[in-house]
């Protein structure tokens, strides 16, 4: 990733005014790891599609205020993926999840038993659900899925890249757990011929010919 310009932090084209918008705007959404990986409420679906929608606009607009203060301006039919970049790593000064780097004694530690002084990153379930928000609100507001600079094969492969890396430097997995199949129910009749081949089987002092044998007769 290291053909994509970092975007250099405390630059002084952001003003404090836009920082501060940019935090509010995040800290209100539910890009934090807490909420990214918390199972849904008991809330009717309409309400979580109405939270939904909403954050989806104040990302929208986070966006588009990114884009307005960026210098040189950027027009949202310029942005590309390496722009989208150059974003989720902004993003990243206003983190408030601890990542430990391979020098840390606490490198792999899921719960560390002592502060490090380890950068704060967002998480990277925060900015899956981002990205997926963004990538959904660009083809809404009139563009093109094949021009949508959210689902560029450089954005997934960076997202790859901060799953990989914060599961090994936090020690945690963000594997998802396969779902177990329940086991089809059997049928009154075929649980009595179970019932009945086992009982056959169980026949004491013959053997397996000896008991097909009488079972014909």
């Not at 959210?150 to 599961?167: C, K």
Request: proline letters at 8%; aromatic letters at 8%; one cysteine or more.
């Amino acid at each position: 990733m290291d053909m994509f310009p970092q975007l250099m932090e405390g630059s002084s084209a952001y003003s404090d005014a836009t920082n501060l918008s940019i935090i509010a705007n995040i800290s209100s959404s539910s890009v934090t790891e807490a909420t990214a990986t918390q199972p849904p409420s008991s809330s009717s679906p309409s309400a979580n599609s109405s939270r939904y929608e909403n954050q989806k606009r104040r990302d929208w607009n986070t966006f588009g205020q990114y884009l307005r203060n960026h210098r040189p301006p950027l027009s949202l039919s310029r942005c590309s993926g390496a722009h989208v970049l150059e974003f989720l790593r902004y993003l990243d000064q206003f983190g408030k999840t601890k990542v430990h780097t391979t020098v840390c004694h606490f490198y792999g530690h899921p719960n560390p038993p002592a502060p490090c002084p380890c950068p704060l990153r967002q998480a990277w379930g925060s900015l899956d659900a981002l990205i997926g928000r963004l990538r959904a609100a660009f083809e809404e507001n009139g563009g093109k899925p094949e021009t949508n600079p959210f689902g560029a094969r450089a954005v997934r492969l960076y997202l790859r890249e901060v799953r990989d890396m914060q599961s090994k430097a936090r020690g945690v997995s963000y594997e998802k757990k396969k779902r177990k199949r329940p086991l089809p129910q059997l049928s009154a009749s075929s649980s009595s011929a179970v019932a009945s081949h086992q009982q056959f089987q169980m026949l004491p002092g013959t053997s397996s010919t000896t008991q097909i044998s009488k079972f014909e007769k």
